[in-house]
């Protein structure tokens, strides 16, 4: 490790107030919040389990906790803490993602090489670079702390997305475990039977979308702008397992006519036959969850479906994916409720409310039929961090709402997450449309 930075090695300015020193008590207790959040997820592994990379797309937890701390201190402490000095000069090459601004990085796909440094050398940069941050926000100057407010914001919702990240990936680690072991060892409670299915009426007309007014977005989420939807119908909650049981008993993954191109490709090739993680046994469909291997609950909203197996089932219930328009429109006024991480269950559950349309939020990431491109105006902010969301504007698709393993408080009736049409390891379900 090179030279440890000195939190006493330079004064600081106090804050001059006591309404200034609640913003910033509120603000240090917020970033700790977030920060805790992401070690209490990674505090039940064993350093094996935070090591190992199951498929390029996911990552060892030890690198997720590395990395939204190597943001920080690239981000926000280097260019903004005098006196800072790096934790390991070599952590940049290690932990950088995918910001070709901010230096070379090691290749994605062999993150599971990384055994040095260790779990527990991974817990002290986490410490040293929390107590950093801790006296920049503290001890900055108003003008300062303004303008590093909301960098900060950016980084503690890039650490909240990775909290969900680690769960997915540790889901895909533990699901090619022959041990099969759970992240949270429990037995799934059944419920009787789904709510019905009823479809809701829009009306057509020219409607804005985008984020607009106070509160966190992203940049993806602007410019507010006006687009034109002829009248639709959205479904009243997420499609069930025990519809997918359907789909699956009528044919659904052996006829070509419901299937995009690229889709059929994978299912010949033998890619897709049931959503990722279900397994037959003795006849029965089971479903590998972080609550460990349980019976399917043909109640809950199915999970972890790629687009084009959601586009598949859409055609098959004779309708169609939402666009993410559509889907905008119906969510907004809704209060942003539902089965989030923090409600503990780690698993999406079945509808559970008269209100309608029911789970906007929550529980499943509902594929769109909406490409991911940019907003008409959209202009990527100067820097590496303009590279966060607009260079990823091409072959993927816009999902909404959030999941089981989203953050509370990390979604909005705006925002825009984006996967490959192939991907299936994210909490991805759908929800039904048609034209009126």
């Not at 540790?170 to 060892?185: M, V």
């Not at 789904?194 to 057509?204: E, M, S, T, V, W």
């Not at 119906?330 to 923090?342: E, H």
């Amino acid at each position: 490790m090179n030279k440890p930075w000195n939190p006493h090695a330079a004064a600081r300015p106090s804050p001059s107030d006591a309404s200034d020193t609640d913003v910033r008590d509120a603000a240090i207790a917020r970033f700790l919040k977030v920060r805790g959040q992401t070690e209490a997820l990674a505090r039940d592994l064993h350093p094996e389990d935070q090591t190992v990379q199951s498929m390029p797309d996911c990552s060892p937890t030890k690198w997720h906790l590395a990395h939204v701390s190597w943001f920080f201190e690239t981000f926000l402490l280097v260019p903004h803490l005098p006196g800072y000095e790096v934790a390991n000069a070599d952590f940049a090459f290690l932990f950088n993602s995918y910001y070709e601004a901010a230096g070379p990085r090691h290749a994605r796909f062999a993150r599971g090489l990384i055994t040095r440094p260790t779990v527990a050398e991974v817990a002290d940069y986490r410490r040293h670079v929390t107590d950093a941050m801790t006296d920049l926000l503290a001890g900055a100057d108003e003008e300062t702390f303004a303008r590093l407010a909301p960098l900060v914001e950016i980084g503690l919702n890039h650490e909240q997305q990775h909290q969900e990240l680690i769960l997915m990936d540790i889901l895909n680690l533990f699901a090619a475990n022959p041990l099969r072991p759970a992240y949270r060892p429990g037995r799934l409670a059944m419920t009787a039977e789904a709510r019905p299915l009823a479809f809701i009426d829009y009306p057509g007309g020219i409607f804005e979308i985008g984020h607009a007014g106070e509160g966190f977005s992203y940049d993806n989420e602007g410019p507010r702008h006006e687009v034109l939807l002829r009248p639709f119908r959205l479904a009243s909650r997420a499609v069930t397992n025990g519809e997918w049981l359907a789909f699956i008993a009528d044919g659904g993954y052996r006829r070509p006519d419901l299937w995009l191109a690229d889709g059929w490709a994978r299912v010949k090739a033998g890619e897709y036959e049931a959503p990722l993680y279900w397994e037959r046994h003795d006849g029965d469909w089971q479903a590998f969850t972080l609550n460990g291997l349980n019976p399917l609950d043909p109640a809950a909203p199915v999970v972890h479906v790629s687009y084009y197996e959601a586009d598949a089932f859409a055609r098959w219930a004779g309708k169609r994916l939402p666009t993410e328009a559509e889907w905008e429109v119906a969510a907004r006024g809704l209060p942003v409720a539902g089965n989030f991480l923090d409600s503990g269950a780690l698993r999406p559950l079945p509808a559970a409310t008269d209100d309608l349309p029911a789970q906007m939020f929550g529980d499943v990431w509902e594929w769109t039929q909406s490409p991911y491109v940019a907003y008409p105006g959209y202009r990527p902010a100067p820097g590496a961090l303009g590279e966060y969301n607009g260079k990823f504007m091409s072959s993927q698709m816009v999902l909404r709402g959030g999941c089981c393993a989203t953050p509370e408080g990390h979604a909005r009736a705006t925002y825009r997450n984006f996967f490959y049409p192939h991907q299936r390891w994210a909490f991805s379900g759908l929800r039904l449309a048609e034209d009126a």
